[in-house]
Every structure is written in structure tokens, then in C-alpha cells.
């Protein structure tokens, strides 16, 4: 069996095409570029890379970002007004709080006063429940990418067992209110789960959100299942054990290449909408 490759580079090259049209279509109608604002806070260098990478985003389809940086001694308090300003500041179309925040930092808190309208990550539970819920809302913007990446390559999703292993609230589980509201039939596995590897044997199509290196064994996954890696670890090794599957599975994300650049691209093309929707 040969494989298709879910192309992520690709598809979101392509889309930010479309999406460097959008923003110059907003432009020419009100004078304006949307804007997204990036909160860093503290000084972990894989989160300022993934920030930097998110602002080189914005740029390549003519958008502008704010970076706002704080440091790591920030309190809720100090945050909470930071994305109250950006919240109230009608320049600002997208606010992403860069996850994970200080641990002394209440991280819920703080993405829940982000303004639903500028929620264009898709982190706060208002957005996540009325995405549940099959109302319209920004997704999250991993697993919102994952299900474009799927929907690019028409893959087939109604009626199919998807078993999402990891139940993060950026990751996990919309990525499994997504796959239902798909009509797939979802099970969520967790690190409480029993017989894993039984539960992943069962699914045609699986999600890997563990944030363990290789931790989902090939032997594990069915012939003919399409496989999506949302993990990301040095030396560009992800959640499964990918390499033995090339030839026997239906479908499956590269590493990297796969997920990782829808994410970003989802951030990008939810940031245009919500520009649009108050730019015109
Ligand atoms: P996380 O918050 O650490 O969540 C990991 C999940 O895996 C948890 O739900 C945990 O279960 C589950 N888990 C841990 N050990 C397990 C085990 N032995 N058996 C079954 N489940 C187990 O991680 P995350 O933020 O969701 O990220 C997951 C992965 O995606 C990471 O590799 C991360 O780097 C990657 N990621 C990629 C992107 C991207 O843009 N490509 C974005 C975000 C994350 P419990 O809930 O029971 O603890």
C-alpha cells in the first residue's frame, strides 16, 4: 500500500497564497492590517522560537504582528491586565498567549479573558464549548489544523472509530469534539487508560497527543488506519513510531512537516477572519 503523505508544509503554503490576497483585500478597503498580538512570557526558547515562527507568519501574508514580552516573575494579576488592554485595543484582531505560562500564573485564568472575538488560538472554554456545541467559533489551533490537513486530502472521517490518545485542553480534547462533531465515533484515551494498545489497534483513523517521543508503537496500528503525529521532539521524532507504517497505513503526517505548520497556519487564517470581520 502506498501512503499518502498528509503534506502539511504544503497545504499551508498554499493557503497562505490565498490568505496574502485576503489581507491585501482588507487593506485596500479600509487602510488597515490586521493585527495579531503574541504574549511571551517568561524565557523558555522553545516558546520564544514558536512565537517568532508565529510572527514571521503573520508577515508573509502581509499581516502584522505585536509582540508583547513579559518576564517570568509576571503574576495572573499583571497578565490579566496585559490581555484586558490588548482585548480593549481596536488594532488588535487576534491576542495568542503563547502556552505553557510560568507556573505560578493562573494559564486558565488568563486565556479565558481573552475576548471570544479575538480568541483566533481557540483556547478560551467559551470557544471550546460552543464548538461542541457545533456553533460558530475560532478552533483550537492544533487540533483545527489537523482536521484542515484532513479535509485537504479528503479523507474520509463519517462513521470511522478515531482514537485521539491524550486529553490536553489545547489538544486533545477538541481535537475529539472536532472528530465527533465529523460524525466519527471518538474514544479519548489518557494515561489512566487500560489496554492502549488494544484501544489504538481499533482505530482508522488515530490522533498521537501524548508528548512523549515514539510512544505509540507501530506494531499497535492497523493496516489501511490514517495516522496524524501531533507531536514534536528533538531530532524530528514524534508521538509514534512512524517509520515501520510508511508502507502499511492509509494515510500519515510527517514529522516534521505534518502538523506542526497547520498550526501555525490555522493561527494565521483564523487571525485574517477575525480581521475581516472588523476591518470589512
Ligand atoms: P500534555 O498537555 O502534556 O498532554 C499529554 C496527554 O497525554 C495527557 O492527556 C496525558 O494524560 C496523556 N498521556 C500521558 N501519558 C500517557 C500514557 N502513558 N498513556 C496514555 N496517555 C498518556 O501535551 P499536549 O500539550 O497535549 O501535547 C501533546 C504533544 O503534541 C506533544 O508532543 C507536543 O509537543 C505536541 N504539540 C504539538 C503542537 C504542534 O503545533 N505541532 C502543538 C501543541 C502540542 P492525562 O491527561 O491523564 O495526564
Known sequence: MTAILLDGKAVAARTEAELSERVSKIKARSGQTPILATILVGDD???????????????????????????SSTTTEELLTTIADLNANPDVH???????????????ACFDAIALEKDVDGVTCLGFGRMAMGEP?????????????????????S????????????????????????????TICHSRTQDLPALVAQADILVGAVGRPEFIK????????????????????GDIELAPLVD???????????????????????????????LG
Open 45 to 71: 526558547p522553545a516558546s520564544a522560537t514558536y512565537v517568532k515562527m508565529k510572527g514571521n507568519a503573520c508577515r508573509r501574508v502581509g499581516m502584522e504582528s505585536l509582540a508583547v514580552e513579559l518576564p
Open 94 to 108: 487576534g491576542i495568542l498567549l503563547q502556552h505553557p505560562v510560568p507556573s505560578q500564573i493562573d494559564e486558565r
Open 137 to 157: 467559533a475560532y478552533g483550537c489551533a492544533t487540533p483545527q489544523g489537523i482536521m484542515r490537513l484532513l479535509d485537504a486530502y479528503e479523507i474520509p472521517i
Open 159 to 186: 462513521g470511522k472509530h478515531a482514537v485521539v490518545v491524550g486529553r490536553s485542553p489545547i489538544l486533545g480534547k477538541p481535537m475529539a469534539m472536532m472528530l465527533l462533531g465529523k460524525d466519527a465515533t471518538v
Open 218 to 237: 507501530a506494531e499497535w496500528i492497523k493496516d489501511g488506519a490514517v495516522v496524524v503525529d501531533a507531536g514534536y521532539h528533538p531530532g524530528g521524532i
Open 248 to 278: 502499511r497505513v492509509a494515510a500519515y503526517t510527517p514529522v516534521p512537516g505534518g502538523v506542526g505548520p497547520m498550526t501555525i497556519n490555522t493561527l494565521i487564517q483564523q487571525s485574517v477572519m477575525s480581521g475581516e470581520k472588523s
